[in-house]
Nanobody, 128 residues
Framework: QAQLTEFGGGSVQAGGSLRISCVAS????????LGWFRQAPGKKREFVAA???????????DSVKGRFTISRDNARDTVNTAILQMNSLKPEDTALYSC??????????????????WGLGTQVTVIT
């Protein structure tokens, strides 16, 4: 089992930056893919970014490529932190951002149903 908690959401003006973090705890979480998803009101949950267990392979949705950067701190095998640095934010980035763990590795990191454990999310609001 794993537990995930997101931190760092808030309001920011368009064009600004925000960093959100996800602390994942549990047995051997350093082996698993950590992903970020977002969901705006009335819309489906969508993939934002993911990172492999060793932190060497990042994945990004086209909508955030070049603006968002995902990184990972595996200082302990039972507690990992995934960080999403978001730059050049746009109003359409407004959403509830949730992190998740995918236990079985595959390249299919963009589908929410591939993930096994989820955090409750942190709200990001981009204002004009």
């Amino acid at each position: 089992q794993a537990q995930l908690t997101e931190f760092g959401g808030g309001s920011v003006q368009a064009g600004g930056s925000l960093r959100i973090s996800c602390v994942a705890s549990g047995r051997a979480v350093d082996r698993y893919v950590l992903g970020w998803f977002r969901q705006a009101p009335g819309k489906k949950r969508e993939f934002v970014a993911a990172i492999s267990g060793d932190g060497m392979r990042p994945y990004y949705a086209d909508s955030v490529k070049g603006r968002f950067t995902i990184s990972r701190d595996n200082a302990r095998d039972t507690v990992n932190t995934a960080i999403l640095q978001m730059n050049s934010l746009k109003p359409e980035d407004t959403a509830l951002y949730s992190c998740a763990i995918k236990v079985v590795f595959s390249e299919d990191v963009i589908y929410p149903y591939e993930y096994d454990y989820w955090g409750l999310g942190t709200q990001v609001t981009v204002i004009t």
